[in-house]
Structure formats: structure tokens, C-alpha cells
């Protein structure tokens, strides 16, 4: 793309019309690097209603890292919509300066900025966020916590393994399936603490779903050792399942049902 279409791009992007700056936009990004100079037009327009303030988002995180300190300003200056769309692009981006700015979003007042921030922790997935996540693991903020445990399995980090264990008793049903596969995530990190916590009296609730845990955790770990042709080089470990852990996983009663849950599809890729 020659600079003077370019340059006529960045005018486009102050049009009036959402759908020129859309298209201006999606220009923009299907350029072969993004300009540096569209910046300032595309922030912007994340501050507006429509389709117009996707594709800016979309622009920004193909720029990248030249667009990360003025989105970094826009998650700050910006309105709802500049702030949840600022905080995607940096997600997608996944640049580590943006790691303290977006745990500031997690109080934000508006859901959807939580949200965004939330995830595009899990996608940079530093371990800084580890502590204010779990946080708002424990927290009140009933609809935002299954994307925290979603986002603590995407960091995969070990420290979150207990918390995540905790929200396997939490009173919503989604809070529950994302904990489950968030352990699931983690892996082999997960599988002594499991088994810890599913010998402690206030925990008999949860051994069926620790049994099923621990044998998906099995699972995939031998598929990994079939994929990379590692079984025999000890890269890959599968955790034992005790024998009465098997056993609970084909026990139907209350105390070891999942709980609103029957069998358990697998959900990997």
C-alpha cells in the first residue's frame, strides 16, 4: 500500500459515516504491516458507537506494539466502549506493560470493561495478574467470575490451582464447568492438590469431580505423550488416579454427583 492511500485511509477514518471509517479500517489492516500513523484516527474511534469501533480494534491490534502505550492511554481517558475495546486489542496484542493498567479495569463500573480486561489477562497471561484474579474469584461479582477462572486457567499458573478447587463449590453452574476446565488446563501442577483436597471431610461433595478431573488431567497428557512422540523420554507425566477415586467416578449418589452436572464431555480442541 503506497502512503498516499494510506494517508487518505487516516482521513477516511474521520468521516461521519460509520461504515467509511469501517471500511477505512478494515483497509488498514489488511495493509501488509498497519501504519503507525493511524493510530491516533483508530483510538479514536473505539470511542464510538457500531461496527466502526470493531474494526479500529481489530486495526490497533495488527499495529501493535506501536499502538500499545496509546491504548494503554485510552483504557485511562477513553469512555466505556474505547476502555472494553482498548483492553481487547491489548489482549490480543499481548504486550506485558498493559498487565497493571488492565488489572486497574477489574473495578471498573461497567461489566463490559470488566469482562474485557478479564480476559485479555488470560490471553497475556502473566503471572502479575495471579493474585488480583483470584480476588475477584472469591469475590461478589457473580457474572464476572466465570471468565476469572477462565482467565486463571489461561495463565495456567500453579498458585491458582487451590482457589480454582474452592470455586468447584461455587453456587453458580458456570462458575463451576469453567473451574473444572481451568484445572484441567493447568494439568499435572493440579493433580496433587487435587487429591489433597478431595481427602478433607468438607470436600466429600466433590471427590466424583475430582476423580474426573484427575482422569482428564490422564488423558490428555497421554495424548500429548502420542502427539510428540515422548512416551519415553519422561517429558510428560500422567498423574496416578487412586483406585477409590475411580470408583467414585461411577458412583451416582448425591454426595458424589457433580453437582447440575451428568457426564462430562470433553472440551478441547
Known amino acids: 500500500m503506497i502512503m498516499d492511500d494510506v494517508e487518505e485511509l487516516i482521513e477516511q477514518l474521520k468521516d461521519k459515516d460509520w461504515r467509511v471509517r469501517s471500511n477505512a479500517a478494515d483497509e488498514l489492516r489488511h495493509s501488509n504491516k498497519g501504519d503507525a500513523r493511524a493510530v491516533g484516527p483508530l483510538i479514536a474511534e473505539l470511542n464510538n458507537d457500531g461496527n466502526g469501533c470493531v474494526s479500529a480494534r481489530k486495526a490497533l491490534a495488527k499495529i501493535g506494539e506501536p499502538a500499545v502505550l496509546p491504548l494503554i492511554g485510552a483504557l485511562k481517558e477513553g469512555n466505556e466502549n474505547a476502555r472494553k475495546w482498548a483492553a481487547w486489542a491489548l489482549?490480543?496484542?499481548?504486550?506485558?506493560?498493559?498487565?497493571?493498567?488492565?488489572?486497574?479495569l477489574l473495578n471498573d463500573p461497567y461489566y463490559d470493561v470488566r469482562w474485557h480486561a478479564t480476559v485479555a489477562l488470560g490471553l497475556i497471561g502473566d503471572v502479575t495478574a495471579l493474585e488480583p484474579l483470584i480476588e475477584k474469584l472469591k469475590g461478589k461479582d457473580a457474572v464476572l467470575r466465570p471468565t476469572v477462572a477462565e482467565a486463571l486457567g489461561n495463565i495456567g499458573d500453579a498458585k491458582a490451582v487451590v482457589p480454582l478447587i474452592g470455586a468447584l463449590k461455587d453456587t453458580s453452574v458456570d462458575v463451576r464447568d469453567i473451574a473444572f476446565d481451568a484445572l484441567v488446563e493447568i494439568g499435572e501442577p493440579a493433580a496433587v492438590p487435587l487429591v489433597e483436597a478431595s481427602r478433607k471431610p468438607e470436600n466429600a461433595c466433590l471427590r466424583g469431580t475430582i476423580a474426573e478431573i484427575l482422569e482428564e488431567i490422564?488423558?490428555?497428557?497421554?495424548?500429548?505423550?502420542?502427539?510428540?512422540?515422548?512416551?519415553?523420554?519422561?517429558?510428560?507425566?500422567t498423574p496416578k488416579i487412586p483406585d477409590d477415586f475411580k470408583k467414585a467416578m461411577l458412583d451416582k449418589t448425591p454426595e458424589n454427583a457433580r453437582k447440575g452436572e451428568g457426564t462430562r464431555v470433553k472440551t478441547r480442541a
Open 91 to 104: 489482549g490480543e496484542i499481548r504486550d506485558k506493560r498493559a498487565v497493571k493498567p488492565l488489572i486497574g
Open 218 to 237: 490422564n488423558t490428555w497428557a497421554k495424548e500429548e505423550q502420542h502427539d510428540f512422540g515422548c512416551r519415553e523420554t519422561g517429558l510428560f507425566r
